[in-house]
């Protein structure tokens, strides 16, 4: 079950047409929806046996099964979320274990993720003094998350307790109830980037850029999404503004907390996971 959970969770996020994103519809020049797909199916059973002790390594393990079948970084921060939080619904209640899931990282499991990140080879990852991912880590996972949660949400996750998942996404995903699952994932994907700045954005292109972002998520939002003719058109700018620049702006951390957030939905039964089939009618294919 924890596996059908992960791929069905990862193939929804992808298969929605999220602003940005790519999806069944769009392309980007070195990536595709079919390189998703496989990303799913070939992470999903590394990461639903992580673990408390193995968190790093089903990480690098599903990261590194990834990269046989896809060329491209696809799903290296969906992986870094989805590993702890595995570990947590293992054990229990997911929002009550996944503290001490985090807690009990070691300096092994840090290594690990390391090793996870230089496979991904992630874009805009720039370097920093201390604790770099090019060196050997000298903290646990959590420690060296902490540091870099000011510029990384997914970092930020692992130093508030995934917050955003619990405190800002599952509530979204309850408020949207009744309406169809591809509407509920831009809805979701949409009030995250007006909230929260997408840092991929940001590392790539600038702090006012993934601003901006944020700024134009909210038009969406305030022109009455998703009912009104103007929130459609707004979404349809906010779509081509980010796809301008040969996709720099892509909000890809974003689109992992959506997947992240999805799981969490259905080991919180926000969400079961019949329900994130994507119908081709939905979908646009």
């Known amino acids: 079950m924890m596996q059908r959970r992960v791929c069905a969770a990862c193939l929804a996020e992808a298969t929605a047409r999220k602003p940005g994103n790519v999806h069944p519809g769009v392309a980007f020049d070195d990536l595709t929806y079919g390189d998703f797909v496989r990303s799913?199916?070939?992470?999903?059973?590394?990461?639903?046996?992580?673990?408390?002790?193995?968190?790093?390594?089903?990480?690098?393990?599903?990261?590194?099964?990834t990269r046989s079948v896809v060329t491209t970084n696809t799903n290296l921060g969906i992986c870094l979320l989805l590993a702890p939080m595995v570990a947590a619904a293992r054990r229990g209640a997911l929002q009550e274990e996944l503290p001490?899931?985090?807690?009990a990282t070691t300096r092994d499991d840090a290594a690990w993720v390391y090793r996870a990140i230089r496979s991904a080879v992630p874009g805009g990852l720039g370097k920093v003094d201390d604790q770099d991912v090019a060196d050997e880590p000298t903290e646990t996972l959590l420690e060296v998350m902490q540091r870099a949660a000011d510029r990384d949400r997914i970092a930020w996750q692992y130093a508030n307790e995934f917050?955003?998942?619990?405190?800002?996404?599952?509530?979204?995903?309850?408020?949207?109830?009744?309406?169809?699952?591809?509407?509920?994932?831009?809805?979701?994907?949409?009030?995250?980037?007006?909230?929260?700045?997408?840092?991929?954005?940001?590392?790539?292109?600038?702090?006012?850029?993934?601003?901006?972002?944020?700024?134009r998520a909210r038009r969406v939002l305030e022109?009455?999404?998703?009912?009104?003719?103007?929130?459609?058109?707004?979404?349809?700018?906010?779509?081509?503004?980010?796809?301008?620049?040969?996709?720099?702006?892509?909000?890809?951390?974003?689109?992992?907390?959506?997947?992240?957030?999805?799981?969490?939905?259905?080991?919180?039964?926000?969400?079961?996971?019949?329900?994130l089939s994507i119908r081709r009618s939905e979908s646009g294919r």
């Open 223 to 275: 022109a009455g999404w998703p009912d009104s003719r103007g929130a459609q058109v707004e979404l349809q700018c906010l779509d081509e503004w980010l796809r301008a620049d040969g996709h720099r702006r892509n909000p890809g951390t974003t689109a992992d907390l959506v997947a992240a957030s999805l799981f969490a939905a259905t080991v919180e039964g926000v969400l079961d996971v019949e329900s």
């Open 100 to 103: 001490r899931v985090l807690a």
């Open 163 to 215: 917050g955003d998942v619990f405190n800002t996404a599952l509530p979204c995903l309850q408020a949207s109830s009744g309406k169809a699952i591809e509407v509920r994932i831009i809805d979701l994907h949409l009030r995250l980037m007006s909230a929260l700045p997408d840092s991929l954005i940001a590392r790539k292109c600038g702090a006012a850029v993934a601003a901006e972002s944020a700024k």
């Open 40 to 65: 799913a199916h070939a992470a999903s059973p590394l990461l639903a046996e992580a673990a408390v002790g193995t968190v790093g390594r089903s990480i690098c393990a599903a990261v590194e099964a």
